[in-house]
């Protein structure tokens, strides 16, 4: 019996229809079966996945089971520091690097009774690729193998898609687990900044970097932002807040709640596909037809928040590699040197500037918060493109719709509307103001309700 | 490169600041670079006066 879901994994060992050792078993077969074309895994932790589901089985035979993660099998990005269980941000680099000590993230989910099934492929440290020059090839869409997974959290939406694991991590600097959830088709949540600590995870750029929870569903982006968020004394901007009951705020719906649709974005300045515009219609229609009010809203130009975001995520960026990149230059990817190096032409006045007009369009996103509860928009402008068609110089393109809320710090979601011309998934983005992590999971959770796409496996993960 | 061709300004940047990169790796990098200079310039330029990005308050310094 295979689960679509975390929610329904818990439900059928509950139920005792299911283990988690027969779960874990299942999940490393088919890792087995699809890895090798997917590439969705740098590293599987076979043993380790076997004791952990053993354990969990243990404790719910006790009935001590810690709670709707316990047994469930997981995955961590490869930035994502596990201990004794090799973190190498898909780089040379750090290629033999073995933490001593879980990431906070990591150690909270293995609290929580998660079975670690492995690492899973990254960008190299969350920003070059995908990168055909490294000993560790790119994530491949199950959807399409020929087609792009989005990134950096690659693998995370890969391994999600074909049923390879039921949660994982992704980080998010410019969009890193939106662009992958959009691509295929999973949902995936950049919380509220500093409310998932980030001590043990590699950083890109601290004043962007978010780690969150990559899943099938909202409701299981609840359970894990639940496990995941809290105090953490070692990350300088943790909140110190917990999460709260995120899955029992789910139950509220969208009715009268003011939904603000930023179509200027996606229909002007980085003009989406027509199914991709459609679908996004779609379920705008659903959100009406349950009962919430859907108005435009208009805020400064796309690439004004996509400067700010590039500016600040290379400056910084490039203030945490500028030592081994002058020394080892030629050991990094082509893609991620080429970017990052650029950031030695950032100057002070630069940075000062984008982290100044940061100020004025967080004041400005609160201002549209006064007048609306969520804002939506996609995080892709339509479906995966073709591996090799990736844009190389994207960055710099001032074309991110996922770059204004990692500006802000805003928690927004990526999830699934359908499907294109190229039968490939399309998606939208729902964002909340600062710690409004559940209500912008309520709204998706509610469109998920509604509809069944979050619900489709690929063709090679059928059966 | 002769000495009478100018070194592009994504070389000189990147020298001064340490780099010392083959000639093909620069090459590369020239259109990115473009690409970088017109996003910079979107971002205007930062007034003399104070300013949110630079306020420190030592009250709340830790």
Known sequence: ?463 | MSDTTPEPPAAAILRRAGYDLPPEALADLGHGYRLLEAMLERLGTVAPEAEPATTFRPDRAP
Not at chain 1, 71 to 96: E, M, W, Y
Not at chain 1, 311 to 330: D, G, N, Q, S, V
Not at chain 1, 454 to 462: D, G, L, S, T, V
């Open chain 1, 1 to 463: 019996m295979r689960p679509a879901s975390i929610t329904e994994a818990a439900a059928l060992f509950r139920a005792r229809k299911l283990s988690p050792v027969e779960l874990a078993r299942d999940c490393l077969a088919r890792i087995a079966r699809l890895d090798p074309e997917l590439h969705a895994f740098v590293a599987v932790t076979e043993e380790r996945a076997l004791q952990d589901a053993r354990a969990a089985e243990a404790r719910l035979m006790r009935g001590e089971a810690r709670g709707p993660l316990d047994g469930i099998p997981f995955a961590h990005k490869d930035i994502v520091g596990t201990a004794g269980v090799a973190t190498t941000a898909c780089s040379r680099l750090l290629q033999d690097n073995v933490p001593q000590e879980d990431s906070i993230a990591a150690g909270r989910l293995r609290e929580a009774g998660t079975v670690l099934l492995g690492k899973l492929t990254t960008h190299e440290f969350a920003l070059g690729g995908p990168s055909f020059d490294l000993p560790w090839p790119p994530a491949r869409n199950p959807w399409d193998t020929a087609r792009f997974t989005g990134g950096s959290s690659s693998g995370s939406g890969a391994a999600l898609a074909a049923g390879l694991v039921l949660g994982a991590t992704g980080s998010d600097t410019m969009g890193s687990i939106r662009s992958p959830a959009h691509f295929c088709g999973i949902t995936g949540l950049k919380p509220t900044y500093g409310l998932v600590g980030r001590s043990g995870v590699f950083p890109l750029a601290q004043s962007l970097d978010h780690v969150g929870p990559m899943a099938r569903s909202a409701e299981d982006c609840a359970l894990l932002l639940e496990a995941m968020a809290g105090p953490d004394p070692n990350d300088p901007a943790s909140s110190g807040r917990d999460a709260g009951d995120v899955r029992g705020a789910l139950r509220g719906g969208v009715k009268g709640l003011r939904i603000g649709v930023m179509r200027h974005f996606h229909e002007t300045e980085n003009r989406a596909s027509p199914a991709t515009l459609a679908n996004l219609e779609a379920a705008l229609g659903v959100f009406r037809d349950l009962g919430a009010e859907v108005e435009d809203v208009t805020l400064s130009p796309l690439a004004e928040w996509h400067a700010v975001a590039a500016t600040i995520m290379i400056a910084e960026a490039h203030a945490i590699h500028a030592p081994w990149l002058r020394k080892r230059f030629a050991d990094y990817g082509g893609l991620f040197r080429e970017r990052v190096v650029l950031g030695a032409a950032i100057g002070s006045e630069h940075y000062l500037a984008a982290q100044r007009r940061r100020h004025a369009l967080c004041a400005e996103m609160a201002a549209a918060f006064r007048r609306h509860d969520l804002v939506v928009t996609m995080a892709q402008p339509g479906e995966a493109p073709l591996i090799e068609a990736a844009p190389r110089w994207g960055v710099f393109e001032l074309g991110s719709l996922a770059s204004p809320f990692n500006v802000t710090g805003s928690p927004a979601v990526a999830l699934g509307t359908g499907f294109g011309a190229g039968s490939m998934p399309t998606g939208m983005q729902i964002a909340g103001p600062a710690f409004a992590d559940a209500l912008v999971l309520r709204a998706a959770h509610a469109y998920q309700q509604a509809t069944e796409w979050h619900r489709r496996w690929p063709a090679m993960a059928e059966g």
